[in-house]
């Protein structure tokens, strides 16, 4: 006798989830578009400080001490801005991702199994175009992960400019693409770039982490009390020798996210992302990228020999090539070997423009670069030359592809508006076994 079909609903990859988190969504990228503008402005007045006749005002800016010289805190400004700011990024982020796999959409491991995979292969992607392009050249694959990192805010702000009605299943796919794709990075960086490990401080940081965790749980909101507790963990972090920005995503993690009936998270987490989400994208991010995307090509020789370096090509190529091919690639492949199919209203070029788009890598690939090469050195700015050479050209093959479909965006965005009933709005993207 033969057995009785399947009658269960496939998956539906990129398909829209309820009404009140396609909401909270929405905010969270609102925000990360108006600091991605603040990001692409700061970039760009960097590049123009550090290539006019005052750089060495821009490049000396960076470099003023400040801090107690007691404590071991006496950095440049450069310094505070990617291992001090760039923790309040890395606090969201991991406020973000435990949030979305406690009590949003994604704590069903089906939906959550695309965003993840996907980040994984975008990763992976460029990692070997980097390696490929470099083999041989000494020194030059301390930059493996240079190329790896997706920049949401960059994205988002892309979008905007081009003025796209990208339905909110992609937007979402992207975010969370992006935020798993920041702490995958961040574990990068303490795995590979950490040089020395300096065991009392990384213990002790477990002390003021672990009374910030127990503080949040039992719903303290003193800022007098969690604050100090949140800078002893960042400054212990520092002196262990591991990477400042960890701390954030350890803190971020220790915040108690409970899901309740509604769908919402507990008010500790909501209360947390509220107030330093704009703090990251309108403060953090953008200062971070005044300091770090500065590079200087005037005077420094040829520029054509700048852009045919090996490090500047493997960059450009792994963000151009490399994110596409691991986003597009690994997508194509949970669908090959699982139930799941493609929503029915989208197409494998949403998903190909997507792909491209998720090529914006800047601010975690400049933190990286700067790990791997050194600050100041000839290799960071051939990396950073890469970085905002790949993002360009990512950003516009993105804008052509994705306005093609602007038309059909369009149409489903205004789908989307509509909330029907109190379970969300009709899910336009669902695609279910011809079977049922």
């Known amino acids: 006798m033969r057995p ?3 009658r269960r609903p496939r998956m539906s990859l990129l398909g829209r989830g309820s009404w009140g988190e396609a909401s ?4 969270i990228l609102r925000t990360e578009t108006v600091g991605g503008a603040l990001l692409l402005a700061a970039a760009v007045v960097a590049l123009l400080w550090a290539n006019s006749p005052w750089r060495a005002a821009y490049h000396t800016l960076g470099a003023v001490t400040v801090g107690p010289h007691a404590l071991h805190l006496d950095l440049s400004l450069a310094e505070w801005s990617a291992g001090g700011l760039l923790a309040v990024f890395f606090f969201v982020a991991g406020l973000e991702l435990k949030r979305e796999f406690v ?3 994604l704590r069903d491991p089906r939906r959550a199994m695309l965003p993840v995979l996907a980040a994984v292969g975008g990763m992976i992607g460029p990692a070997v175009i980097f390696v490929a392009v470099n ?7 301390a930059g493996w992960a240079v190329p790896t990192a997706t920049d949401v805010a960059f994205a988002l702000a892309v979008l905007g400019v081009i003025s796209t009605h990208l339905p909110a299943a992609l937007r979402t796919f992207l975010l969370t693409l992006a935020v798993v794709d920041d702490l995958l990075g961040i574990t990068i960086i303490g795995v590979f770039y950490t040089d020395d490990l300096w065991i ?3 213990v002790l940081m477990l002390v003021p982490l672990g009374l910030f965790g127990v503080l949040t749980h039992l719903q303290v909101r003193a800022w007098w009390v969690l604050l100090p507790l949140a800078a002893a963990t960042w400054a212990l972090m520092h002196a262990s020798g591991v990477h400042a920005t960890i701390a954030g995503v350890l803190l971020g993690f220790a915040v108690p996210v409970r899901r309740r009936a509604d769908g919402t998270g507990c008010e500790m987490a909501q209360r947390f992302e509220r107030r330093w989400r704009p703090v990251s994208a309108g403060v953090a991010v953008p200062v971070f990228a005044f300091f770090a995307a500065g590079v200087t090509v ?25 994110k596409a091919i691991g986003v597009l690639g690994t997508t194509w492949l949970v669908q090959r070997f699982t139930s799941a199919r493609l929503a029915a209203q989208l197409s494998w070029w949403d998903v190909f423009g997507l792909s491209i788009l998720a090529g914006m890598g800047f601010t975690v690939s400049l933190l990286i670069g700067e790990l791997a090469f050194g600050v100041g050195t000839q290799r960071d700015a051939d990396a950073k030359i890469g970085i905002l050479l790949g993002s360009l050209i990512a950003a516009t093959l993105a804008a052509v592809v994705l306005r093609i479909r602007n038309v059909h965006y369009s149409r489903l965005r205004k789908i989307e508006e509509l909330d029907l009933d109190a379970d969300g709005i009709p899910d336009v993207y669902q695609q279910e076994d011809p079977a049922t």
Request: charged fraction near 10%; glycine fraction near 20%.
């Open 4 to 6: 009785a079909p399947d």
């Open 24 to 27: 909270r969504i929405g905010d």
């Open 135 to 141: 083999a041989g050249v000494p020194g030059a694959l």
């Open 200 to 202: 009392v401080p990384a």
């Open 298 to 322: 005037v005077g420094q020789g040829p520029i054509g020999a700048r852009l045919i370096n090996s490090v500047t090509l493997g960059v450009v190529a792994a963000l151009v090539v490399g």
């Open 103 to 105: 009590a949003g959409d």
